[in-house]
């Protein structure tokens, strides 16, 4: 089978991509390299990826329409992996335009090709950050999510509502992935597994938000990869409602491991994989983070038949292990 992983020199779209290359299946990998990641670290996954004869690799922005019709036109895709945007909380306060574009302009241009090239499935990234401060716990698929604390947030919403236009007017089969805190070998620098043992190793302080009293729903990527190979075989379909087929070919999961994890606990994890005791800061909480995440995940399993399930301290062992092993003896 044919796969467009968008996003492919980020870290779910080289894990996910690496997984369907092991399968057999043909990936172009289209990332458009920005500098707001490490270029070393992006050069890093993509050399992952190149080791594999299936593989190509396309350079380009999702916001060049042209480009991105005469790509979908020449290589007839039949499934569609949508993994590039621009992520971040924290960035959207100070760079919205990038959101726009990124998020929301390279959503339709994936849309439009999708539509006009008859994919077979739309598996596109959502994020845990649409619910906002939803009191809800746990966090559930069928919950309201009008209420945006964030612009990144709001425009993965959006993401959201576009898709489902396209799945009720076209009948194109689209599934969105509310993913949770994923983390794990390869993963990005600006969060907090990265953060903390980058500082921890090289004795200088952390910063701990609101006291470590905040709660994150930490997903490992092996849990994620597994649970997006196997939704990518879910195609959805219309369904009867009222005597008519009027359902959109349309689905939502949350991706999380269920099991929201004190930060003070995490933080501990990391230390313990360190073997130091890291020197901390005490901030108040920023602009745009919520206190608590918790993904429901019945839904998933129910479609899938399987959740996330790796515990916060064997995922961390791992990834602090790669950072020192693979990421800091790189160039030894």
Same mark, same amino acid.
């Given at each position: 089978?044919?796969?467009?992983?968008?996003?492919?020199?980020?870290?779910?779209?080289?894990?996910?991509?690496?997984?369907?290359?092991?399968?057999?299946?043909?990936?172009?990998?289209?990332?458009?390299?920005?500098?707001?990641?490490?270029?070393?670290?992006?050069?890093?996954?993509?050399?992952?990826?190149?080791?594999?004869?299936?593989?190509?690799?396309?350079?380009?922005?999702?916001?060049?329409?042209?480009?991105?019709?005469?790509?979908?036109?020449?290589?007839?895709?039949?499934?569609?992996?949508?993994?590039?945007?621009?992520?971040?909380?924290?960035?959207?306060?100070?760079?919205?335009?990038?959101?726009?574009?990124?998020?929301?302009?390279?959503?339709?241009?994936?849309?439009?090709?999708?539509?006009?090239?008859?994919?077979?499935?739309?598996?596109?990234?959502?994020?845990?950050?649409?619910?906002?401060?939803?009191?809800?716990?746990?966090?559930?698929?069928?919950?309201?999510?009008?209420?945006?604390?964030?612009?990144?947030?709001?425009?993965?919403?959006? &993401?959201?509502?576009?898709?489902?236009?396209?799945?009720?007017?076209?009948?194109?089969?689209?599934?969105?992935?509310?993913?949770?805190?994923?983390?794990?070998?390869?993963?990005?620098?600006?969060?907090?597994?990265?953060?903390?043992?980058?500082?921890?190793?090289?004795?200088?302080?952390?910063?701990?938000?609101?006291?470590?009293?905040?709660?994150?729903?930490?997903?490992?990527?092996?849990?994620?990869?597994?649970?997006?190979?196997?939704?990518?075989? &879910?195609?959805?379909?219309?369904?009867?409602?009222?005597?008519?087929?009027?359902?959109?070919?349309?689905?939502?999961?949350?991706?999380?491991?269920?099991?929201?994890?004190?930060?003070?606990?995490?933080?501990?994890?990391?230390?313990?994989? &360190?073997?130091?005791?890291?020197?901390?800061?005490?901030?108040?909480?920023?602009?745009?983070?919520?206190?608590?995440?918790?993904?429901?995940?019945?839904?998933?399993?129910?479609?899938?038949?399987?959740?996330?399930?790796?515990?916060?301290?064997?995922?961390?062992?791992?990834?602090?292990?790669?950072?020192?092993?693979?990421?800091?003896?790189?160039?030894?």
């Amino acid at each position: 089978m044919k796969f467009l992983v968008t996003g492919a020199a980020g870290f779910i779209g080289m894990h996910v991509a690496k997984r369907l290359l092991r399968e057999g299946h043909e990936v172009i990998g289209l990332d458009n390299l920005n500098p707001y990641s490490d270029p070393a670290l992006k050069a890093y996954r993509l050399a992952q990826l190149q080791a594999y004869d299936l593989f190509s690799f396309v350079e380009l922005d999702l916001t060049r329409r042209e480009c991105i019709a005469e790509l979908f036109q020449r290589e007839h895709f039949q499934r569609v992996i949508h993994l590039a945007a621009q992520a971040g909380v924290r960035h959207s306060l100070n760079a919205p335009f990038d959101y726009v574009d990124s998020n929301l302009v390279g959503m339709m241009t994936v849309l439009e090709g999708c539509r006009h090239h008859q994919v077979e499935h739309l598996v596109f990234a959502s994020s845990s950050s649409v619910y906002g401060m939803n009191s809800a716990i746990p966090f559930s698929e069928t919950d309201q999510v009008d209420h945006p604390v964030s612009l990144y947030a709001a425009t993965k919403k959006s &993401c959201e509502l576009m898709a489902h236009s396209y799945a009720h007017l076209y009948g194109l089969p689209a599934t969105g992935l509310r993913f949770f805190t994923v983390y794990g070998p390869g993963g990005r620098p600006d969060m907090a597994p990265w953060i903390f043992t980058e500082a921890i190793i090289n004795n200088q302080p952390i910063k701990v938000f609101n006291r470590g009293e905040m709660e994150r729903d930490f997903t490992y990527i092996d849990d994620v990869v597994e649970c997006v190979n196997r939704i990518q075989q &879910c195609v959805p379909v219309r369904h009867m409602q009222d005597g008519a087929m009027t359902q959109a070919p349309y689905e939502i999961y949350n991706i999380g491991n269920h099991q929201p994890i004190e930060l003070k606990r995490f933080v501990t994890a990391i230390e313990r994989s &360190c073997g130091q005791i890291a020197e901390k800061i005490y901030l108040d909480m920023q602009p745009g983070d919520v206190l608590k995440t918790y993904a429901e995940t019945s839904r998933l399993k129910a479609a899938i038949g399987y959740q996330p399930h790796t515990s916060i301290e064997q995922g961390v062992g791992q990834f602090v292990g790669w950072y020192r092993d693979v990421w800091l003896s790189r160039d030894r």
